[in-house]
């Protein structure tokens, strides 16, 4: 059996992490100067260059409880001197403080300081060094009287039963010391700066050591555990039990928690149970089945009066990890920034004072949460409109509760679907979410589990399914496969090793390399991998997934540009198993691969008479080339929109390319227009209004072609905001995905609305035609100013559209231009609801610069498109002050604000000219949706 000792990283007070880290006096009090030195030549934890020329102290002053809690001092990424060190040469940086002075303290706080915690970065933040092995932050004890244990070093020792076990410590005061086992004391000795004893160990102890300064009251103690040899019980896993957490139906006290880990000799589990407090011993010991290499055990919860169970995987007596199927978790650094009020409410407390980094948190005694829509009707592949949104940077409070609030806004633009970039657990609060730790536990930034599953419910009953964001080719550091297999024995950097059973030893794409990278070719990260998608799909009642850098899902070395069977091999059997547990359930793939291979997979499974086999959905990126056209430019054939635009189309899957001119990860469509659109005489695409007039165009000629589509948040009115906006005003590629300003008051702005309007208009078309169907259409969008889109529905009626044919002017001159129709008579001007009289099918029309035109042979796309604004409604007095009143009877009225938030509603058979009241509601701009039978408009309405 191997003795493996667990270091005592965050029990035992000043660390100096294999002497990169060295305060000199080694004791002080907060009112003593005292030098702080750090060594670059280290290597772990340490990302700053050994030839830096600048390095900063970002450091704080608290409590062991909290280190950082009084005061912190630093500006992390700005290189203001605030913490700069002195270079010494050599690596070397110093930096001397009195604590007192340096953290602003006052008498109080001076009085009850006794941690300092630190880190070490590069002037723009872009380098750090951290604490080995676990790459935490650095803490260092304030106080003149200090006590550390001499032996043990760990805070979990392996022993033999009736081995002799000395317990040895200094002080750097005298001290009257006591020792404690299991609660019991066991020996004193007093008045001396010097401590040992030995005593034979014949059953699991938690052993306290504490030191009294002599005729003072200062106290230290320090705690660790003896462990007797754990001998696992060879015991095959109970049937029916899967990896992670398992109820007993008929049991509910009862649970079983199953670990995937070959190669483990044993595996403790701790936890907060009243017999456990986060130590180790062998009653939380696990089973092993060898035949499954799986550790198991089941516990008995009916003794433990909480309503949370935290636990963590502590991996033979050397490092621990939360359960990697974690369905939440509790962060030691990520928590204490969570707002309580409005995102989080009653968060825990993470126990600092036992354990660190992340646990595995249960919450018990948990209501079911009863779903209002339980068996949503997804929309057809073909008819998708994906608003793409990350929650972050979508509102204040960024949570599900503020989407919640916006779905109406949403809803009225006519998405069906939006697709939440990344919320499963990620490192950090402020991030895109494409680094994660944790892959099947929700991030709590954005909420609690129930409040997902009601923005889910919200969602379906605005007939919009939710597709969420994840993350399969990579991990961070931070999980939990990860430490439990690489060459540094649980740290967050290193290396996998080769028996690693997620994770590869290297990621063969030198090119696109992300964090960890997963190894899709491992039959563990397969069954990892299924129940990952099968757990989102049931507990949350998502609708489908959008995979991550899918060009990854392979071992190919190379930069994945190649057609690769393999890779095909592995996202076909994903599919294939998400599918047999929900049969409509939507994967997309972001790929940008050849075409060959991602017709090979979007023909997966295709059945063009079954609507629940359209197959997989590939991203199609036509950013650039919508982009150049909006600003007027060649370079601007955007015909990969559609399958039409690729290579061998006759053989493809017609509406399984989800196209789209923005995703988060380019260049923002609005920013370029103002930034570098062309110009001719007085037409100047960099003047705000024509550059959102350039937005309708494209959009006539984004949505109007058939298939699925997606838009990124806030590009229909313009966002305008570069990609990598910084928070200071500033532009710079190391902003790329930091938080971005919010612009709710965009929706004052009727030039932006009239944008959302236009859009509104042309996704209410594209839904609600059978001719947006159709296969037979043709894209005339090679690099011209003069663009044009034809669409033939051959099975059309008498009474339904036959043709549509939209024409648009690029350019920033006066055309004249033929738009071929294919027939005389009367066509309609859809978007104008107006009629227009063709007289000869090679007649030319006139276009302005940037103007375009949505034509249809019969009125009946123009006559059925709802909430279009008419003069149904008339609303007076507007501005109004106690009240206003609509001019016709009406069913039902609701007021939103500027922030598109509800805040009064009205129901009921109003006559006409009846007086609404609005005393209650202050001065400024708000919003009526007012219906009557099948008909919505929308008034702004102004309060003085």
């Known amino acids: 059996?191997?003795?493996?000792?667990?270091?005592?990283?965050?029990?035992?007070?000043?660390?100096?992490?294999?002497?990169?880290?060295?305060?000199?006096?080694?004791?002080?009090?907060?009112?003593?100067?005292?030098?702080?030195?750090?060594?670059?030549?280290?290597?772990?934890?340490?990302?700053?260059?050994?030839?830096?020329?600048?390095?900063?102290?970002?450091?704080?002053?608290?409590?062991?409880?909290?280190?950082?809690?009084?005061?912190?001092?630093?500006?992390?990424?700005?290189?203001?001197?605030?913490?700069?060190?002195?270079?010494?040469?050599?690596?070397?940086?110093?930096?001397?403080?009195?604590?007192?002075?340096?953290?602003?303290?006052?008498?109080?706080?001076?009085?009850?300081?006794?941690?300092?915690?630190?880190?070490?970065?590069?002037?723009?933040?872009?380098?750090?060094?951290?604490?080995?092995?676990?790459?935490?932050?650095?803490?260092?004890?304030?106080?003149?009287?200090?006590?550390?244990?001499?032996?043990?070093?760990?805070?979990?020792?392996?022993?033999?039963?009736?081995d002799n076990f000395t317990v040895s410590a200094t002080a750097s005061l005298n001290a009257d010391f006591e020792l404690f086992a299991n609660g019991s004391s066991i020996h004193t000795s007093t008045n001396t700066t010097s401590y040992s004893h030995s005593f034979t160990v014949n059953e699991d102890m938690l052993v306290e050591l504490v030191a009294?300064?002599?005729?003072?009251?200062?106290?230290?103690?320090?705690?660790?555990?003896?462990?007797?040899?754990?001998?696992?019980?060879?015991?095959?896993?109970?049937?029916g039990m899967e990896d992670g957490i398992n109820y007993n139906s008929g049991n509910p006290d009862e649970i079983t928690l199953v670990l995937y880990a070959p190669g483990k000799e044993f595996i403790h589990v701790a936890s907060n149970l009243a017999d456990s407090d986060y130590n180790i011993n062998n009653t939380y010991l696990m089973n092993f089945d060898p035949a499954t290499d799986r550790h198991w055990i089941t516990i008995d919860l009916s003794n433990h009066n909480e309503d949370h169970l935290f636990y963590e995987y502590v991996i033979e007596n050397s490092f621990r990890v939360p359960d990697p199927y974690s369905r939440l978790s509790l962060n030691e650094f990520n928590d204490p920034f969570?707002?309580?009020?409005?995102?989080?409410?009653?968060?825990?407390?993470?126990?600092?004072?036992?354990?660190?980094?992340?646990?595995?948190?249960?919450?018990?005694?948990?209501?079911?949460?009863?779903?209002?829509?339980?068996?949503?009707?997804?929309?057809?592949?073909?008819?998708?409109?994906?608003?793409?949104?990350?929650?972050?940077?979508?509102?204040?409070?960024?949570?599900?509760?503020?989407?919640?609030?916006?779905?109406?806004?949403?809803?009225?633009?006519?998405?069906?679907?939006?697709?939440?970039?990344?919320?499963?657990?990620?490192?950090?609060?402020?991030?895109?979410?494409?680094?994660?730790?944790?892959?099947?536990?929700?991030?709590?930034?954005?909420?609690?589990?129930?409040?997902?599953?009601?923005?889910?419910?919200?969602?379906?009953?605005?007939?919009?399914?939710?597709?969420?964001?994840?993350?399969?080719?990579?991990?961070?550091?931070?999980?939990?496969?990860?430490?439990?297999?690489?060459?540094?024995?649980?740290?967050?950097?290193?290396?996998?090793?080769?028996?690693?059973?997620?994770?590869?030893?290297?990621?063969?794409?030198?090119?696109?390399?992300?964090?960890?990278?997963?190894?899709?070719?491992?039959?563990?990260?397969?069954?990892?991998?299924?129940?990952?998608?099968?757990?989102?799909?049931?507990?949350?009642?998502?609708?489908?997934?959008?995979f991550d850098f899918t060009k990854g899902f392979t071992m190919t070395p190379g930069d994945g540009g190649s057609f690769d069977q393999p890779r095909i091999d592995n996202l076909t059997r994903m599919y294939n198993e998400i599918r047999a547990y929900d049969e409509t359930a939507f994967v997309i793939l972001e790929h940008f691969a050849p075409d060959s291979e991602e017709q090979v997979l979007i023909n997966h499974r295709f059945d063009g008479g079954n609507p629940n086999e359209n197959g997989m959905l590939t991203w199609g990126n036509v950013n650039f080339q919508y982009s150049q056209a909006s600003m007027g430019y060649d370079n601007s054939n955007f015909n990969r929109v559609s399958y039409k635009g690729r290579n061998n189309s006759d053989n493809w899957s017609p509406h399984s390319i989800l196209g789209y001119m923005e995703s988060h990860d380019e260049e923002r469509q609005m920013f370029k227009n103002v930034s570098f659109g062309n110009g001719s005489g007085t037409y100047d695409i960099t003047e705000l209004n024509t550059a959102l007039e350039r937005l309708e165009l494209t959009g006539a000629f984004f949505f109007t072609v058939p298939g699925p589509k997606m838009i990124w948040q806030f590009g229909e009115i313009g966002y305008d905001y570069s990609i990598n906006h910084c928070p200071d005003g500033s532009i710079s590629n190391d902003c790329r995905t930091a938080q971005k300003p919010l612009v709710w008051d965009y929706l004052e702005n009727p030039n932006r609305m009239q944008v959302y309007d236009t859009w509104k208009k042309l996704i209410q078309f594209k839904k609600q035609d059978p001719i947006f169907k159709t296969t037979n259409f043709t894209l005339e969008t090679a690099d011209d100013v003069e663009k044009k889109i034809f669409l033939i529905n051959d099975d059309a009626a008498s009474d339904e559209i036959k043709y549509v044919t939209i024409v648009g002017n690029f350019g920033v001159n006066q055309i004249t231009t033929q738009p071929f129709f294919q027939e005389t008579g009367t066509w309609y001007n859809v978007l104008e609801n107006s009629p227009f009289e063709v007289t000869d099918t090679n007649m030319s029309i006139t276009l302005e610069a940037g103007e375009f035109i949505v034509f249809a042979n019969n009125s009946a796309g123009t006559l059925s498109i709802e909430e279009q604004e008419t003069t149904l409604f008339s609303l007076y007095p507007n501005p109004a002050n106690n009240y206003f009143a609509i001019s016709e009877a009406v069913e039902e009225v609701e007021i939103f604000n500027i922030e598109g938030r509800k805040i009064n509603s009205y129901q009921g058979n109003f006559t006409a000219n009846h007086r609404f009241d609005i005393s209650n509601l202050s001065s400024g701009v708000y919003f009526l949706k007012i219906k009557k039978g099948n008909q919505t408009n929308r008034k702004k309405l102004i309060i003085e």
């Open 338 to 546: 969570i707002s309580s009020e409005g995102v989080f409410p009653y968060l825990p407390e993470f126990p600092t004072d036992k354990t660190e980094n992340i646990l595995t948190w249960v919450r018990l005694n948990q209501a079911e949460y009863d779903w209002q829509i339980p068996n949503f009707e997804r929309p057809n592949q073909e008819d998708l409109v994906v608003y793409e949104l990350l929650i972050r940077d979508f509102d204040e409070n960024h949570s599900y509760q503020d989407v919640i609030n916006r779905l109406d806004y949403l809803e009225e633009l006519g998405v069906n679907a939006i697709e939440f970039m990344p919320i499963s657990e990620f490192d950090n609060n402020d991030s895109w979410g494409y680094n994660p730790s944790l892959h099947m536990s929700i991030d709590k930034y954005y909420g609690t589990p129930e409040k997902f599953k009601e923005l889910v419910d919200e969602c379906h009953a605005r007939g919009m399914a939710v597709i969420l964001d994840v993350v399969y080719n990579h991990g961070t550091g931070q999980s939990p496969y990860f430490r439990m297999y690489n060459d540094c024995n649980g740290c967050f950097n290193g290396t996998p090793t080769s028996n690693n059973p997620v994770f590869a030893e290297t990621d063969p794409n030198p090119v696109f390399s992300f964090f960890e990278k997963v190894d899709h070719n491992k039959l563990y990260t397969h069954e990892w991998l299924d129940k990952m998608n099968k757990y989102w799909l049931e507990e949350y009642n998502i609708d489908g997934f959008r």
């Open 1 to 162: 059996m191997k003795k493996i000792s667990l270091l005592l990283s965050f029990l035992m007070g000043t660390t100096l992490g294999f002497a990169q880290l060295s305060v000199t006096p080694t004791t002080f009090d907060v009112d003593d100067e005292i030098t702080i030195t750090i060594d670059l030549a280290q290597s772990q934890c340490n990302s700053i260059p050994s030839t830096a020329s600048t390095v900063y102290m970002h450091s704080g002053i608290g409590t062991e409880a909290n280190p950082w809690g009084m005061n912190v001092v630093g500006n992390w990424g700005e290189d203001d001197g605030i913490g700069e060190m002195t270079s010494q040469g050599n690596g070397i940086f110093s930096i001397s403080i009195t604590p007192s002075e340096y953290y602003s303290l006052t008498s109080q706080e001076q009085s009850d300081a006794t941690r300092m915690g630190m880190v070490f970065r590069t002037a723009d933040g872009s380098g750090e060094m951290k604490e080995p092995p676990g790459c935490d932050d650095f803490f260092v004890n304030v106080g003149s009287f200090q006590m550390t244990l001499t032996n043990p070093t760990q805070n979990s020792v392996i022993v033999s039963e009736g």
């Open 212 to 239: 009294t300064q002599t005729g003072g009251t200062d106290t230290k103690s320090e705690s660790f555990n003896l462990v007797l040899d754990p001998e696992p019980q060879i015991l095959a896993l109970p049937e």
